[in-house]
């Protein structure tokens, strides 16, 4: 049994700094308070659910950022599996109905308190352990490329590829990609790479920036320039998604993972085709990296 959401923040207003409150909503149907959350829908990854259950569940729209775990449980005999993000509010307003029937936006400290279960304290609890005011990057490994023997830089992608790359457009938004700045899209100057992003910067309307200093040969050229690049990319303000291909990312994750000192799985440094590390910043420095997996399968 999958389900997905998220600890709910905001700014408080009229603190100064980095102070944020986040959202605890009423469940009536089994009396406690809770994160806001729900099942995963069948065909559906568990990113999108998560902002759509904060949506049912809260009426407030979310962009989600660093991964804060998953908290396992029995239901029925089943096990239930619930990953959990941290949301930034996009805005939005409350109303009571069949799943919460109040809302309430706490100081940390206090919806830690007021939680019911211990699971979901936990996930306050990790919530707590960085700022929540984090900058996105979403690094992506091309979609699935024919191996045709032809020029390397004009491998289109196949069938299956362009059927991941039209899967990644959720995900991405799920990110808050596109919610800001127009110029949020950026691919390395290969084919697959740019037909990879090709779906989303239909969807926003915008255009994507070629990247040739992250591709393969331009990071062999010059490793010292395609990491400032890719820095630079990782610090912008708003969300932003970066398409290279298997040479490049893993070689990225490894180098900030071991300058900012952040664990990961180093299974998933194979990056398959398709899969997305999430990089969460906060000044100027790396504070998560998560892996997705293709979001197709």
């Not at 408080?12 to 089994?30: D, I, K, L, N, S």
């Not at 809260?58 to 998953?70: D, I, K, M, P």
């Not at 992506?140 to 991941?164: C, M, N, P, Y």
Request: charged share 25%; glycine share 10%.
């Amino acid at each position: 049994m999958r389900a997905a959401g998220g600890v709910l923040w905001r700014p408080r207003a009229g603190e100064p700094g980095a102070a944020v409150e986040v959202a605890v909503v009423h469940r009536p149907r089994y009396d406690d308070w809770s994160l806001p959350k729900g099942h995963v829908d069948d065909g559906e990854h568990r990113v999108v659910s998560a902002v759509r259950e904060i949506v049912e569940e809260t009426g407030f729209s979310a962009a989600l950022g660093r991964h804060l775990g998953e908290t396992r449980y029995p239901v029925k005999g089943r096990e239930k599996v619930v990953d959990h993000w941290a949301a930034r509010s996009l805005g939005g307003e409350f109303a009571a109905n069949e799943e919460t029937d109040e809302l309430r936006w706490l100081p940390v400290a206090d919806a830690r308190a007021l939680l019911t279960h211990a699971s979901d304290a936990a996930v306050v609890d990790r919530f707590a352990t960085a700022p929540a005011d984090t900058t996105t990057l979403l690094l992506v490994r091309h979609a699935t490329a024919e191996h045709d023997g032809g020029d390397d830089a004009e491998r289109a992608l196949t069938s299956e590829g362009r059927d991941q790359a039209r899967a990644l457009v959720p995900l991405a938004l799920a990110f808050g990609v596109g919610t800001g700045s127009p110029d949020a899209l950026h691919a390395a100057d290969r084919l697959r790479c740019e037909q990879t992003v090709q779906p989303l910067a239909e969807h926003l309307g915008v255009a994507f920036t070629s990247e040739p200093g992250l591709s393969e040969p331009g990071w062999e050229h010059d490793e010292e320039g395609g990491l400032a690049r890719a820095a630079e990319l990782a610090t912008q303000p708003d969300p932003v998604l970066l398409c290279s291909q298997g040479g490049v990312v893993p070689t990225l994750v490894m180098t900030w993972a071991r300058a900012h000192r952040v664990r990961i799985d180093p299974r998933h440094l194979r990056t398959p085709t398709a899969s997305t590390w999430v990089v969460s910043s906060a000044g100027g420095r790396v504070v998560a990296l998560d892996h997705l997996p293709d979001p197709y399968a």
